[in-house]
């Protein structure tokens, strides 16, 4: 098992930043692969960013690339989303989610664990 809490989420102008946090806890957090998804009212949940286990390799989703960095810290147990320049399509519920692969993982069906979310709006 390994539980998520995600924090950092709130309003912000468009173009701005922010920078969600994802802390883990309970099973080695460095046998994970971590992936970053969101989800608006009314729509499936969609792929943001993902980081292989030690970091090494970062995917992300089309319309977030170049503009959001995905990063964690083995020793802290922490896995962070700094997201420049957000437009009001960026507005969601962001979820941190877990998965034992050993590759880059874009389907939500293939995490096994799943923090709470925290809300990012956006404002034009």
């Known amino acids: 098992q390994v539980q998520l809490v995600e924090s950092g989420g709130a309003l912000v102008q468009a173009g701005g930043s922010l920078r969600l946090s994802c802390a883990a806890s309970?099973?080695?957090?460095?046998?994970?692969?971590m992936g970053w998804f969101r989800q608006t009212p009314g729509k499936e949940r969609e792929f943001v960013a993902t980081?292989?286990?030690?970091?090494?390799?970062?995917y992300y989703a089309d319309s977030v690339k170049g503009r959001f960095t995905v990063s964690r810290d083995n020793a802290k147990n922490m896995v962070y989303l700094q997201m420049n320049s957000l437009k009001p399509e960026d507005t969601g519920v962001y979820y941190c989610?877990?998965?034992?692969?050993?590759?880059?993982?874009?389907?939500?069906?293939?995490?096994?664990?799943w923090g709470q979310g925290t809300q990012v709006t956006v404002a034009s």
């Open positions: 309970g099973r080695t957090f460095s046998s994970f692969a």
């Open positions: 980081i292989t286990r030690t970091g090494g390799l970062t």
């Open positions: 989610a877990a998965t034992q692969s050993a590759t880059v993982v874009v389907h939500s069906t293939r995490y096994n664990y």
